[in-house]
């Protein structure tokens, strides 16, 4: 690129007007509108930073793809940003723009130390590392816009799930509830519907906010109820409006059931909207040789997290994942226990907050854990 003064580009600019004008064309018309109409950016190289499988820290290079990336010109501001960031590592000293003006008006880069004026050319690169200002003039060189440009790029792996151990010594108390008659434990609720286990293993149902308890429907050997363990979450159905997803997971008596090693799952979809079918519960059956079912967890805990399921339990020394409604589980190599957790815990109570964040209370050792997705922290 070769910078030049400004009022040596304004003369030679004007001397080609001239011989422009001097032209048979009497129509011409020149238009002072100097504006950018459309700004993209051209592929770049990220440095990535990961470990080999023996634990080492290691780095390779990939390509993001710059068309990916949309920007936004803001024209009374007269600032293009790109609102989604690229991710962290990518190199923006180097970046190849494709511009387009209102009328073709003509582009240059603005010098990062001086007020020399620099031609744009769509194969040259420029350096993103700070904000760049691009001046467009007008067609008839009497007006002026200048554009601050920013490139913006994640300092942080979105990726990346990180736990902190917390300085907090509060631990959740212990809600004494006063359960119904007949019921042994309550396990969860829908937007319409609260569930219970009675005192001889029946699923109940309350549809009266717990004034009244009857036996809920199920489409399946009640034999295959957990009676113990049992956590539930609910959440909306994705693409269906009025329609909650409730599932069920747990164990069964072990003295009953010895061969029991994996946990029973259960879904119930409860159409809340008028004329709705009346809801019942399914059972989730798997092959007993499929790898991807939930294992036998003592004190299992469900939450929803990032448009997934995730399952801790005792031992505590993983966490599983389901993407599709509890049919598969699968450990995650983003989602690990903290690495300095004490499984002398007896218990823990898993919550997700406003903000994201995943907190483990370990009963019995009294350690607070709070981790988040990089990404699910970002504005």
Same mark, same amino acid.
């Given at each position: ?45 990220? /440095? ?13 290079? /990939? ?33 190849? !723009? ?5 009328? +073709? ?44 440009? +920013?490139?913006? !790029? ?94 069920? !997971? ?19 979809? !409860? ?7 009346v809801p019942f519960w399914a059972y989730i059956d798997r092959p007993e040789n499929d790898i991807y079912q939930l294992p036998r967890m003592k004190d299992i805990s469900l939450v ?60 019995? /050792? ?14």
């Amino acid at each position: 690129m070769r910078p030049i003064k400004t009022i040596c580009l304004l003369l030679a600019t004007l001397a080609m007007m001239t011989s422009c004008l001097s032209s048979n064309d009497s129509n011409t018309t020149l238009s002072s509108d100097a504006a950018i109409t459309a700004f993209a950016i051209g592929d770049m190289k990220r /440095t990535v930073n990961t470990k080999t499988a023996a634990g080492k820290d290691t780095t390779y290079t /990939t390509t993001v793809t710059g068309t990916n990336y949309s920007f936004v010109i803001d024209q009374v501001g007269h600032r293009i940003y790109n609102p989604d960031s690229l991710p962290v590592g990518t190199n923006v000293s180097k970046v190849t !723009v494709a511009i387009s003006t209102y009328n +073709d008006a003509p582009i240059f880069l603005k010098d990062t130390e001086s007020d020399d004026l620099i031609i744009y050319n769509s194969s040259d690169s420029t350096d993103f590392t700070k904000t760049r200002t691009y001046v467009i003039y007008g067609a008839d060189y009497k007006g002026t816009t200048e554009y601050k440009v +920013d490139i913006n !790029v994640h300092k942080e792996d979105g990726t990346k799930f990180e736990w902190t151990l917390m300085d907090n010594d509060w631990l959740p108390e212990s809600e004494e509830i006063e359960l119904p008659d007949g019921i042994k434990q309550l396990i969860g609720n829908s937007t319409t519907e609260m569930y219970a286990l009675s005192k001889d293993n029946r699923l109940m149902v309350s549809t009266d906010n717990g004034e009244s308890w009857e036996e809920d429907l199920i489409d399946d050997d009640t034999a295959l109820l957990p009676t113990e363990d049992i956590a539930m979450v609910c959440y909306p159905m994705e693409s269906v409006i009025l329609t909650d997803y409730v599932l069920m !997971v747990g164990n069964r008596d072990i003295e009953q059931y010895p061969a029991d090693v994996h946990a029973k799952v259960w879904r119930k979809i !409860v159409d809340f909207g008028e004329l709705a079918p009346v809801p019942f519960w399914a059972y989730i059956d798997r092959p007993e040789n499929d790898i991807y079912q939930l294992p036998r967890m003592k004190d299992i805990s469900l939450v929803v997290y990032d448009g997934s399921v995730l399952a801790f339990g005792a031992p505590y020394n993983k966490i599983y994942q389901s993407r599709d409604n509890g049919i598969t589980w699968k450990e995650n190599s983003t989602f690990k226990m903290p690495e300095d957790f004490d499984t002398d815990a007896t218990k823990v109570v898993v919550t997700v907050d406003d903000d994201n964040f995943i907190w483990l209370y370990c009963i019995g /050792t009294g350690q607070v854990w709070r981790g988040r997705l990089n990404r699910l922290g970002w504005k």
